[in-house]
Nanobody
Framework: QVQLQESGPGLVKPEQTLSLTCTVS??????????WSWVRQSPGKGPEWMGA???????FYTPSLKSRTIISRDVAKNTFTLQMTSVTPEDTAVYYC???????????WGKGTLVTVSS
């Protein structure tokens, strides 16, 4: 059973950097062909795929967020991390980590963590 758990601060001030970690159990994040994604959902909006890091450490980003988003990983800890710079209140959302085989449907998800951007 693959389990994912998001962790990080629930409140970030505008212009600061949002940093979240996803801890994975039940599957190594370097298992061939699995991709590890971040998805967010802002109040009143649909889910937004933010980006992913592959089993061999290649990161992909949605174009609208690419300039201020970094996804990285720690294979030894079996975690992957989201960093987003220069956040605004519009970045307030529930952030989820999830996984899929390649670009297939995301089939395992964390429970999500609410991040509020406010001074």
């Amino acid at each position: 059973q693959v389990q994912l758990q998001e962790s990080g601060p629930g409140l970030v001030k505008p212009e600061q950097t949002l940093s979240l970690t996803c801890t994975v159990s039940g599957r190594s994040i370097s298992t061939t062909y699995y991709y590890w994604s971040w998805v967010r959902q802002s109040p009143g909006k649909g889910p937004e795929w933010m980006g992913a890091i592959t089993y061999n450490g290649i990161a992909f980003y949605t174009p609208s967020l690419k300039s201020r988003t970094i996804i990285s990983r720690d294979v030894a800890k079996n975690t992957f991390t989201l960093q987003m710079t220069s956040v605004t209140p519009e970045d307030t959302a529930v952030y989820y980590c999830a996984t899929a085989a390649g670009w297939g449907p995301l089939d395992y998800w964390g429970k999500g963590t609410l991040v509020t951007v406010s001074s």
